[in-house]
């Protein structure tokens, strides 16, 4: 059965509104500072790392993790004819999704960007954002002639 672009792209921006809601919530209240001093900290007196973000910057993390979204309920639609639809599907496209974002995200805790305990709770905090993005573009994917 083809993938149902329609409810991809319908699927995909609610997953991506998820994950900006959660990033922009967890950056302003949980870990913002902490990411502000140690990426300061890393560039030893060159000046602030994470100034305030222009519009244009903003725009874009927010289109990015509309992207994203749309890759996670892509995915999800893939894995769903092997998997079966519903939420455990979805996690594990979380999982996958998890796994790749934390390989790429380790190089910051290598180059010393980021400590070890900070990416830790990045790395809880995105594991949480990817499998709730993933529940919801799930809940709203169906493929033609499926119930859900």
Same mark, same amino acid.
């Given at each position: 059965? !083809?993938?149902?672009?329609?409810?991809?792209?319908?699927?995909?921006?609610?997953?991506?509104?998820?994950?900006?809601?959660?990033?922009? !919530?967890?950056?302003?209240?949980?870990?913002?500072?902490?990411?502000?001093?140690?990426?300061?900290?890393?560039?030893?007196?060159?000046?602030?790392?994470?100034? !305030?973000?222009?519009?244009?910057?903003?725009?874009? &993390?927010?289109?990015?993790?509309?992207?994203?979204?749309?890759?996670?309920?892509?995915? &999800?639609?893939?894995?769903?004819?092997?998997?079966?639809?519903?939420?455990?599907?979805?996690?594990?496209?979380?999982?996958?999704?998890?796994?790749?974002?934390?390989?790429?995200?380790?190089?910051?805790?290598?180059?010393?960007?980021?400590?070890?305990?900070?990416?830790?709770? &990045?790395?809880?905090?995105?594991?949480?954002?990817?499998?709730?993005?993933?529940?919801?573009?799930?809940?709203? &994917?169906?493929?033609?002639?499926?119930?859900?």
């Amino acid at each position: 059965m !083809a993938i149902n672009t329609s409810k991809v792209v319908v699927g995909g921006i609610a997953a991506g509104v998820v994950l900006n809601v959660i990033e922009m !919530a967890s950056n302003a209240l949980l870990i913002g500072e902490r990411m502000k001093a140690e990426s300061n900290a890393f560039k030893a007196g060159l000046g602030d790392a994470m100034g !305030a973000m222009s519009g244009g910057q903003i725009a874009g &993390y927010v289109i990015m993790n509309i992207l994203v979204g749309m890759l996670i309920v892509w995915t &999800y639609a893939g894995f769903r004819p092997r998997f079966g639809p519903g939420p455990k599907t979805a996690i594990y496209v979380a999982l996958v999704f998890f796994a790749f974002g934390m390989v790429v995200t380790s190089g910051y805790m290598a180059m010393g960007i980021m400590s070890p305990g900070l990416w830790m709770t &990045y790395s809880a905090i995105w594991l949480v954002n990817l499998m709730l993005a993933a529940m919801v573009g799930a809940k709203l &994917y169906t493929e033609e002639g499926s119930p859900g």
